[in-house]
C-alpha cells in the first residue's frame, strides 16, 4: 500500500495580516513614549500658566517663549515655603491659616482630607508594598492578586481577631485604583515576584507574565 507522506507547507500570512501585525508593534513600541512626552508638556505647560504671575516681567516679555520657567518658579517657590515651614515663624503662620480654615464647615472637610493624603504620601514615599500575594476574591475559587501593605492594628485587629493582613488589589489596567481588603493571613498564599513584576502583569491584564526563576 503507498505511504501518505504528510508534506510540512510554511504557508506566510497574507501581507495585509503581516503589515497590521508591524503597524501594531510599532505602536506597542512608541505608544508609551510618545504619551509619557506628551503627558510630561501637559504637565510643564499646565504648571507654566498657574506660576506666570510670579515669573518677571523681563522674562514673560521676551521675543521667544522659554516652557518650563512657571514650572522652576513652582519649584522655587515651594522650596521657600517648605523652608519658612520648617522654623518657629513660619509654623506660627501656617498654624493661624489652618485655624482659619477650620472654621469653615464644608472647606474643612476638604483641606484635612486633602492634607492627610499627602501627608501620608510623604511619610511613606520611601516605603514600598511588602510583598505580593494571592487569595481568593471576590468569592471562593476565583483568585485575585493583591500587595501586602503591612498588618491590621488597631480596632480592628482588636475586634475582628486573628492575624489580618492588609491588602490593596488594583484593578486593570489602572493599578492606581483599587480596594483595601483585610484577608486572614492563612488565606493567603505568598508569591516570589517582585512588587514591580506584578505590577507588570496587573498592568499589561495577565499579558506580561513573570518567569520564575
Known amino acids: 500500500m503507498p505511504k501518505n507522506n504528510k508534506v510540512n507547507i510554511n504557508i506566510k500570512p497574507p501581507l495585509f495580516q503581516r ?7 510599532g505602536l506597542v513600541a512608541a505608544a508609551p513614549v510618545a504619551i509619557t512626552i506628551w503627558v510630561a508638556m501637559w504637565f510643564v505647560q499646565v504648571v507654566d500658566s498657574w506660576f506666570a504671575p510670579f515669573i518677571p516681567n523681563y522674562l514673560r ?11 522652576i518658579a513652582a519649584l522655587l517657590i ?3 515655603l517648605g523652608f519658612l515651614t520648617a522654623n518657629f515663624f513660619g509654623r506660627a503662620i501656617i498654624g493661624y491659616g489652618e ?5 469653615l464647615p464644608f472647606i474643612r472637610n476638604i483641606y484635612s482630607t486633602i492634607k492627610q493624603i499627602f501627608e501620608t504620601v510623604a511619610t511613606q514615599s520611601n516605603k514600598n508594598f511588602q510583598s505580593v500575594v494571592l487569595f481568593e476574591y471576590p468569592r471562593k475559587d476565583i483568585w485575585a ?3 501586602v ?10 475586634k475582628k481577631g486573628g492575624n489580618l493582613l492588609c491588602i490593596f488589589a488594583p484593578t486593570t489596567p489602572n493599578p492606581t485604583s483599587g480596594y483595601l481588603l483585610f484577608v486572614p493571613k492563612e488565606d493567603t498564599v505568598a508569591l516570589d515576584m517582585s512588587v514591580e513584576e506584578a505590577a507588570k502583569l496587573i498592568i499589561s491584564a495577565g499579558l506580561v507574565i513573570p518567569e520564575k526563576d
Open 99 to 103: 485655624s482659619l480654615v477650620e472654621r
Open 61 to 71: 516679555e521676551l521675543p521667544f517663549s522659554l516652557p518650563g520657567l512657571g514650572l
Open 19 to 25: 503589515l497590521r501585525n508591524y503597524f501594531l508593534t
Open 78 to 80: 515651594l522650596t521657600t
Open 149 to 158: 501593605t503591612t498588618e491590621a492594628k488597631g480596632e480592628i485587629s482588636e
Open 145 to 147: 492578586i493583591g500587595f
